[in-house]
């Protein structure tokens, strides 16, 4: 797929774990961006502070204006993500938190992945919290990935030839909405 101009996408990852599944799948997904389009992997959230409405004035924390600058010059965020104990992972879900006076999703399209053991749970809340953020959720570029580990090899990538058919199909969907 060509791009006719620049676009810019921002892809987060909600595992900050050395050798993730989820950060392979981003990886996966920039190695397929055509020409004209800057795929960049957030690496901040770890950095983050926790979400204080006390800190979320007209000088937030540097972590957090660093992140929103990045959304804000972004024509589309991805965000794709583990479940941990039924629920979004605690840094992401702080890293939205961060989102939410800044308006910075408001009508971004949104590719949401959830990559998981099962992962039902993170994905009904993130597409939940989507609509908090006023996103523009593409449904055709949002998946929920089970048993993410046996469709992968050790090295992060993708064995299993449905799930790279599905993200393929999901990414283009995703690109075309920008
Ligand atoms: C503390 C912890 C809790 C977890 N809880 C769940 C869970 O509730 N549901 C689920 O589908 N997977 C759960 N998992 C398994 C993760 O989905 C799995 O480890 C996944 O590969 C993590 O994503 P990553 O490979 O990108 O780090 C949990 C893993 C950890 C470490």
Known sequence: MQLSIYKKIVAISGSLRTGSSNHAILRHL???????????????????PHFDPGLDNETPPEAVKAFRQQLSEADGV???????????????????????????????????????????????????????LSANLLPDATLLISYIRSKMDADGNITDRETAERLEHAFSHFLQNL
């Open 30 to 48: 920039k190695q397929m961006a055509p020409p004209g389009l800057e795929f960049v992997i957030y690496d901040g959230l770890a950095q983050l």
């Open 78 to 132: 991805i965000i794709c993500t583990p479940e941990y104990a039924f629920g979004v992972p605690g840094s992401l879900k702080n890293a939205l938190d961060w989102t939410v006076s800044s308006g910075s999703l408001v009508d971004k399209p949104l590719s949401l992945i959830t990559a998981s053991t099962g992962g039902e749970n993170a994905h009904a809340a993130l597409l939940l919290i989507s609509g908090a």
